[in-house]
């Protein structure tokens, strides 16, 4: 869409499918429509939905236009810092996988390799919905290849999903569910900790995600806490939308970082006593 925009009319820069930014293509031209554009939709339901959303989400949803919330939970991502071009991943790298499941909306995996310094790199990802969970294990399947996959972490509370999963070769194991620290519950617990792997020590971070990562890297600029009419922001209170991928990462986070052993760099700044566990089915 940006990439024909000469006119300035949409927000935002253009990216490639591997998510560098380019520069707009004289070859292309881009349009703007609304939702007050389409004829199949009345302007007073429109209003209505103006009346009950913030500003930025409605802008997003029915003004097509896409611009960051100022309440953006991960602020601390950059993409000169945090973006890298693909490489190789050596062979002797720990790989794992890390799901979120859907059907409305979007069934993510993604691909996370751990160097023997500890930096956690998101190397590939899957993104897809309306399919079964049959298709989308083939796909994962077929995608992980050969390689060997220490754990695949999931949502402990999505027991459904991680049998139906198992059955198909994709063996889900839940995410570690606790709480630690000062944190209201486990998921703020989990965004704290992805958190601090952004924040660069001595100018490097302990996370990176391979620009081929369109959708992860879209939910890091887009992951924002609720915001209500008045342009209040309510933190630790998670929108729910742009979280897939993001969802998966905080499980794989949460659960590497407890179950790795404890002399590892990771653990060095992640490490906290847990102040409660989680009933993985009531979430309390």
Same mark, same amino acid.
């Given at each position: 869409m940006k990439l024909g925009d000469h006119a300035g009319v949409i927000e935002g820069e253009a990216f490639d499918e591997e998510g560098r930014i380019i520069a707009p293509n004289k070859s292309f031209i881009s349009f703007r429509f609304t939702s007050y554009d389409n004829p199949y939709l009345s302007k007073e339901w429109i209003d209505s939905r103006k009346e009950r959303l913030t500003e930025a989400a409605f802008n997003q949803e029915y003004l097509a236009r896409f611009e960051k919330f100022t309440g953006l939970i991960y602020k601390e991502f950059d993409r000169n810092l945090h973006i890298i071009v693909p490489f190789e991943i050596p062979d002797h790298w720990p790989r794992y996988r890390a799901m979120?499941?859907?059907?409305?909306?979007a069934t993510v995996c993604l691909w996370i390799a751990v160097a023997p310094n500890d930096q956690v790199y998101v190397y590939d990802e899957y993104y897809n919905s309306a399919e079964t969970s049959k298709f989308h294990a083939n796909v994962i399947m077929a995608r992980t290849g050969n390689i060997s996959i220490i754990a695949t972490y999931g949502d402990p509370s999505?027991?459904?999903?991680? @049998?139906? *999963?198992?059955?198909?070769?994709?063996?889900?194991?839940?995410? %570690?569910k606790i709480v630690t620290g000062d944190s209201k519950d486990w998921v703020n617990s989990g965004i704290e900790k992805v958190r601090q792997l952004l924040k660069p020590r001595q100018g490097k971070p302990l996370l990176y995600v391979f620009r081929n990562c369109v959708n992860t890297i879209r939910e890091f600029e887009s992951y924002h806490w609720i915001e209500t009419k008045t342009s209040e922001i309510i933190k630790d209170?998670?929108?729910?939308?742009?979280?897939?991928?993001?969802?998966? @990462?905080? *499980?794989?986070?949460?659960?590497?970082?407890?179950?790795?052993? %404890?002399?590892?760099?990771?653990?060095e700044y992640l490490w906290e006593s847990p102040a409660r566990k989680v009933n993985p089915f009531t979430g309390y």
């Open positions: 979120d499941y859907g059907a409305v909306n999505a027991q459904q999903e991680v @049998l139906d *999963y198992s059955a198909e070769g994709v063996i889900v194991t839940p995410a %570690t209170i998670p929108e729910k939308v742009d979280d897939h991928c993001l969802d998966a @990462l905080r *499980y794989f986070v949460v659960s590497w970082v407890q179950e790795h052993p %404890t002399e590892n760099i990771m653990q």
